[in-house]
């Protein structure tokens, strides 16, 4: 029962604020393609730093015993953390708001980057099971999470500007705030996922790449 009414609360919430999810998805989607974008316009010396770098990489990850995954963990739910309150704290402020939107679309455009670079580096194919890999696992959790807590930011913005009453304003928060708590326990799934899974299944593929 508890959880049928946490899934249509859920299904109620993303149908009430659908033109937010709208508004910061297409964000991020134009970020990945101003990243993609980058690589393809960047000079030929700047292209051959990039996958100097990312062959560096797979050299010496294929060269690792052993990984210390407990550490990796906590580097990443700690930057996934940072990241997250910030979000967090622009949400609560008017000038605050556009710091959000920015965010965002800086998000996007370096996995864009990323994709791309990986892609450049290791050809369409084997670019684009690496990224499937090592990137896009953790990433269908991760960018849900971060984008539902751009939509709350953007509502509690709203709620800001539209209504001037302190409690309404004060019981906008607590929800972002809860938002936010609920979001991060995906961003620590995500980051598990990232450093326990992607990495174990990659161990076992670098070989190939």
Not at 191 to 202: C, D, M, P, T, W
Request: glycine residues 4%; positive net charge.
């Amino acid at each position: 029962m508890r959880y049928s009414n946490f899934k249509n609360a859920f299904k109620s919430y993303i149908k009430n604020n659908y033109k937010e999810y709208v508004l910061v998805s297409l964000l991020f989607i134009i970020g990945i393609f101003v990243g993609v974008m980058i690589i393809n316009n960047i000079k030929y010396q700047q292209t051959a730093e990039i996958t100097s770098f990312i062959s560096e990489f797979i050299t010496k990850y294929k060269e690792l015993e052993n990984i210390n995954k407990t550490a990796l963990i906590i580097e990443s739910i700690r930057k996934n953390l940072i990241f997250a309150i910030v979000l967090w704290l622009a949400g609560t402020t008017v000038i605050g708001m556009p710091i959000v939107l920015i965010i965002i679309l800086l998000r996007g455009t370096i996995l864009g980057f990323t994709i791309s670079s990986i892609s450049v580096t290791l050809g369409p194919l084997k670019g684009s099971l690496f990224c499937l890999i090592s990137i896009v696992l953790h990433n269908i959790i991760y960018i849900p999470a971060i984008l539902s807590i751009g939509v709350s930011s953007i509502k509690l913005y709203k709620s800001i500007i539209k209504d001037k009453r302190k409690e309404n304003i004060k019981i906008e928060i607590i929800r972002h705030t809860i938002i936010f708590g609920l979001m991060m326990i995906l961003l620590v799934l995500s980051a598990i996922i990232e450093n326990v899974i992607s990495i174990s299944i990659l161990k076992k593929f670098i070989k190939y790449f």
